[in-house]
């Protein structure tokens, strides 16, 4: 079993839906969780952290959830730009290595 | 200021020869980190410097990898008698340590053994 799982997708929405990432981690003991994106042939890039109370950043919110091991991505009013693969990465040490899920697959069409 | 980088970016090579791979960090940078990202899959950790301490190489696959970072800012990653399943994305990223978290990647380099 991968330490971090994602469901690989694809994900194909109309521009202005809403899409939802899930996204389940097996180490009780990860310190930090975040989703990065990564665009076709281009280096990850941090899109936001997560944290237990939730976070929101414009159309993005994430959220985790401790208990169930269990951290999701919302995109609200999806946008062409929005095509990308999306990561979910965790920590077992601040600071350490990052351990990434295998990336969920979004395309936004017109 | 500048990112962190990589070169090359592209390498064939054929199968048995060895290949070196640069990361240039950010600038001042302590922690480097190496991933490996096969086609379709999310990058997999290889190896972690802090300065010029290799402090984890369990992610190395096998003895024919090898990395150094001899002065704590670049770091060459070493493939000796490649294979075919080396062919993968070799992504370098930095932080600043002292448990900052962000990891800023380079572009990767592209490695094809033939």
């Known amino acids: 079993r991968k330490e971090v799982e994602q469901d690989p997708g694809p994900f194909n929405v109309p521009e202005g839906a809403t899409v939802a990432f899930n996204c389940t981690y097996s180490?009780?003991?990860?310190?930090?969780f975040f989703w990065y994106r990564q665009d076709c042939r281009k280096e990850p890039k941090l899109l936001m952290s997560?944290?237990?109370s939730g976070n929101e950043d414009g159309r993005f919110t994430a959220q985790l959830n401790r208990a169930s091991q269990y951290i999701s991505l919302l995109i609200r009013d999806s946008k062409l730009s929005d095509s990308a693969t999306y990561l979910c990465?965790?920590?077992?040490?601040?600071?350490?290595?990052?351990?990434f899920g295998q990336g969920t697959e979004l395309s936004v069409k017109p | 200021g500048a990112g962190v980088s990589q070169s090359p970016r592209y390498k064939v090579a054929k199968r048995g020869q060895d290949v070196a791979l640069r990361c240039d960090p950010i600038?001042?940078?302590?922690?480097l980190f190496w991933y490996q990202q096969a086609l379709g899959q999310g990058p997999e950790f290889l190896t972690y410097?802090?300065?010029?301490?290799?402090?984890?190489k369990s992610g190395l696959p096998s003895d024919r990898f090898f990395a150094e970072r001899p002065e704590g800012s670049v770091s060459t990653l070493k493939i000796q008698r490649t294979q075919q399943e080396d062919s993968a994305v070799y992504l370098c990223?930095?932080?600043?340590?002292?448990?900052?978290?962000?990891?800023?990647f380079g572009p990767g380099t592209r490695l094809l053994v033939l």
């Open positions: 990223a930095s932080s600043l340590g002292r448990q900052q978290e962000t990891q800023y």
């Open positions: 180490n009780s003991a990860s310190q930090s």
């Open positions: 997560v944290y237990s």
């Open positions: 990465v965790v920590t077992e040490v601040r600071g350490g290595k990052l351990i």
């Open positions: 600038s001042g940078h302590v922690s």
């Open positions: 410097f802090q300065n010029e301490a290799q402090l984890d």
